[in-house]
């Protein structure tokens, strides 16, 4: 685990955890998919990676709230919810970036 991406995803997770989910958020769709349970989905992504234990069932839901994520990031003007929409993808990718696929053994 590369210690400075642990300490950026720390502190923008610390962050995050201090802010509501924003109104320019709620109801919004990508793909059929709620905004808010994308955000439901990356927290307990981000929580096992920061305990150490990113399994790569939770890499697989990291990576497909990545790719929501770029996904949505076009559609959302400057404010609130695009910031948090940012930090999410930001996080995302950091920890993605920091966590490769592990190879299975044959």
Same mark, same amino acid.
């Given at each position: *685990?590369?210690?400075?991406?642990?300490?950026? =995803?720390?502190?923008?997770?610390?962050?995050?955890? @201090?802010?509501?989910?924003?109104?320019?958020?709620?109801?919004?769709? =990508?793909?059929?998919?709620?905004?808010?349970?994308?955000?439901?989905? *990356?927290?307990?992504? =981000?929580?096992?990676?920061? @305990?150490?234990?990113?399994?790569?069932?939770?890499? =697989?839901?990291?990576?497909?709230?990545?790719?929501?994520?770029?996904?949505?990031?076009?559609?959302?003007?400057? @404010?609130? @919810?695009?910031?948090?929409?940012?930090?999410?993808?930001? *996080?995302?990718?950091?920890?993605?970036?920091?966590?490769?696929?592990?190879?299975?053994?044959?």
């Amino acid at each position: *685990m590369n210690d400075t991406v642990f300490d950026e =995803v720390s502190v923008l997770w610390a962050e995050h955890l @201090g802010l509501t989910f924003p109104d320019d958020l709620k109801w919004l769709e =990508v793909d059929g998919e709620p905004v808010g349970l994308l955000d439901s989905d *990356m927290a307990g992504c =981000v929580s096992s990676y920061l @305990g150490g234990a990113l399994d790569a069932e939770k890499r =697989v839901i990291l990576g497909d709230c990545s790719r929501v994520l770029q996904k949505l990031l076009p559609k959302l003007r400057r @404010g609130e @919810g695009r910031r948090y929409a940012e930090r999410l993808a930001r *996080m995302a990718d950091l920890i993605l970036s920091d966590s490769p696929p592990q190879l299975s053994e044959t």
